[in-house]
C-alpha cells in the first residue's frame, strides 16, 4: 500500500492477475491498461488462478477477480487463495472485486470471503488506476492513451442508442481504433448469434445464461440498448414473465445492435 516514506514504484515493476471468464472482458480490460508498462496475467478460471498464484509464489501486486464464474465463482477462488498454506504471501496481495452489485451486504460478503476492495462494472481506465494506485506504489508516468476529438466523437452519434461510442472511447481511454476492434472481437465470440439462436428454438433455461453473458458484456462495451433490455429481460425470465412479444423484441435488438455495431467497424 501506498506510503507516504516509500519511493514511486515504476509500472514495470507492477505486475497484475486478472480473473476472468469471458474473452471480450478481458480485451477490455487490457485496453485500459494500454499504454502503461504495467504486466498483466489473465486467467480464464478460479482453478487457473490459484495455479498462477502458485506457480508465481504469490509474487502479483494487485488481483482483480470477477465474482460469477462458472467453474469457481470468485468467492471461492479468494478463500482458496488466502488459504494456501506454501504462499507466504497468500494473505497479504490486494485482491479487488469486479462486480455490478456493490450494496452493503455484497460489500460483506465480498470482504468475508477475504477480498480486499471492489469495482464497479463496466470498468474503466480511471477506476482501474485508482486502485492500483490505492494498493502500490504506482505514479502513472507512463505514456496516456489518445482519446479521440469531440468532433471525432460527434461523429458516431448515428449509432446511438445501440452503440455509445463516447461513453466507450471515454470509458476505456484508448482511442476509437481500440473500441472498433473490441466490437469486432464481440461479434467473433459467437454469443449474439448463439443467443438469436436460443431465442429462436425457445430454450427459456439457456437463454437465462447466455442473457446474463451478454448483459455483462454489453456493459462493458457500451452497447446502451441491449445492456438495458438485457436488465430487462433477465428478470422477467427469473420471474417467469416474459412472454413471445419480449422474445421477438430481444431478437429485433440483437439484430440492429448487430447491424450498427457493423457499420461502426467497417
Known sequence: MNTDNEQPQDSMDIRVLMVEDFGVNQEVFKAVLENTSIKLDIV???????????VRDGQYDVIFMDIQMAEMDGYETTRRIRTLPEIQNTKNVPIIAMTAKSS???VEKFLRAGMTDYINKPVSRESVMEKIKKYTNFEDASATCQPAGADDVSAYSKYLPYVDVEDMEKRIGCGIEVCKALLKDFLNNGYIDEFSRTLQNKDRFRAKEIIHNIKGISSNL?????????VE???KIKDSTDTYEDLEAMKELIKITKENIQAFTS
Request: no cysteine; hydrophobic share 25%.
Open 222 to 230: 457500451s452497447l446502451s440498448e441491449l445492456y438495458a433490455k438485457s
Open 104 to 106: 452493503p451486504e455484497d
Open 233 to 235: 429481460y433477465e428478470q
Open 44 to 54: 480464464y478460471s478460479g482453478s487457473d488462478a490459484i495455479k498462477r498464484f502458485k
